[in-house]
């Protein structure tokens, strides 16, 4: 047998393996049988990032019938309504075509498809599927649990004190922060491909840590950037300090610039959404390296917090933002200069004078209209 017609056979294997048997139906018998037109089901296919099918090749099973099946019974009982049906399927195929190439790439260390006979295939397949989907569906099921209870209680305003802590059409009140590797293009020129993923991977482990133990979330990490949001304005800066100190604590850990701003986001789909979160972008563009800065809304937030110094920048001009009004956020007690005439310990960077500006003074962010 050829090298090309083993992996092809290795390849019709894996499908009967997964999927449960060999394809019998058609995109047009599936579409036919779960009672939608074509069209939806084709739609549906293709948000979930798959290469287009020919309307009558023998190219799906039973499993595939199911699955639109499952999706059509969410949309008529008004789960998901059919704008955010396209949205909701192709945030999962996403988010589960990222995770496959993450374990087919760990898979492929153990596993030689040249070498290896497909019962030999088929043994390590026999105990590694129904390993990883017992475990994909505990994290499923715990990561529920725990975004029920935050949502819960966020619809309490006993729960922080605060009457308007829940949800309106405008968002969700959070801090929203960037963490952004200083320098990260010229330093992956002069890495292999195994140091830049070392790198990038060291980066993402020790955020996720930092954010989580902060009671934080991590929305999405793009290479060299991660974005997190809190619902706490102490929360949100404790990650954020605590991102741009690990570089001291480890000398592996790059370098980093943090932007953030309190104010309402939209969550949708696992994202967040609204001027916040371009505020927080913005201002990390414009942070130095080891620095966080922070929008005024946020240096409201935090005057008044022991252990933090707050002190206000120049206003720059950003895309978006005429008059961005930044502050630099440290860590340190309250000295007796910021105690004299400045409210919350905060001082105004730029100036000579000794004529403090107080949080809630001066300019607000000004986005361009």
């Known amino acids: 047998?050829?090298?090309?017609?083993?992996?092809?056979?290795?390849?019709?294997?894996?499908?009967?393996?997964?999927?449960?048997?060999?394809?019998?139906?058609?995109?047009?018998?599936?579409?036919?049988?779960?009672?939608?037109?074509?069209?939806?089901?084709?739609?549906?296919?293709?948000s979930l990032g798959f290469s287009e099918v020919d309307p009558d090749e023998v190219a799906f099973t039973r499993a595939d019938l199911d699955a639109l099946r499952l999706t059509q019974e969410l949309v008529e009982l008004g789960v998901v309504d059919e704008e955010d049906q396209s949205a909701l399927v192709r945030t999962m195929g996403r988010s589960f075509a990222r995770l496959t190439e993450w374990q087919l790439g760990l898979l492929a260390r153990v596993v030689d498809v040249d070498e290896m006979s497909v019962e030999e295939l088929t043994a390590v397949m026999e105990r590694i599927t129904p390993a990883v989907e017992q475990l994909q569906s505990y994290v499923w099921r715990r990561h529920t649990v725990a975004t029920a209870s935050r949502l819960?209680?966020?619809?309490?305003?006993?729960?922080?004190?605060?009457?308007?802590?829940?949800?309106?059409?405008?968002?969700?009140?959070?801090?929203?922060?960037?963490?952004?590797?200083?320098?990260?293009?010229?330093?992956?020129?002069?890495?292999?491909?195994?140091?830049?993923?070392?790198?990038?991977?060291?980066?993402?482990?020790?955020?996720?840590?930092?954010?989580?133990?902060?009671?934080?979330?991590?929305?999405?990490?793009?290479?060299?950037?991660?974005?997190?949001?809190?619902?706490?304005?102490?929360?949100?800066?404790?990650?954020?300090?605590?991102?741009?100190?690990?570089?001291?604590?480890?000398?592996?850990?790059?370098e980093l610039r943090v932007g953030l701003a309190w104010g309402r986001a939209l969550a949708r789909f696992g994202d967040v959404l609204g001027p916040v979160v371009n505020l927080a972008s913005r201002l990390t563009g414009t942070s130095r390296p080891g620095r966080v800065l922070v929008d005024r809304a946020l240096a409201e937030e935090l005057q008044d917090r022991d252990g933090l110094k707050l002190r206000r920048v120049r206003r720059t001009s950003v895309k978006g933002y005429r008059r961005l009004e930044p502050w630099s956020l440290r860590r340190g007690d309250r000295s007796a200069e910021q105690d004299r005439g400045r409210v919350g310990g905060v001082v105004d960077e730029d100036d000579g004078a000794g004529h403090g500006t107080s949080v809630g003074e001066g300019a607000q962010e000004r986005p361009d209209r």
């Open 1 to 46: 047998m050829s090298e090309h017609a083993g992996r092809r056979e290795l390849a019709d294997l894996l499908e009967v393996f997964l999927l449960g048997e060999e394809p019998s139906l058609t995109a047009t018998q599936v579409a036919e049988q779960v009672g939608i037109p074509y069209e939806d089901a084709r739609v549906r296919w293709r």
């Open 152 to 254: 819960l209680l966020a619809d309490a305003p006993e729960a922080s004190g605060d009457d308007d802590a829940g949800t309106d059409s405008e968002g969700v009140l959070m801090g929203v922060g960037f963490a952004d590797i200083v320098g990260f293009t010229r330093q992956s020129r002069s890495l292999s491909r195994r140091e830049t993923a070392r790198l990038v991977d060291r980066f993402e482990e020790r955020a996720l840590e930092i954010v989580s133990a902060h009671g934080g979330r991590i929305i999405k990490s793009i290479g060299d950037e991660v974005l997190f949001v809190a619902d706490r304005p102490e929360d949100v800066a404790a990650i954020a300090l605590e991102l741009v100190e690990e570089t001291d604590r480890d000398g592996d850990f790059p």
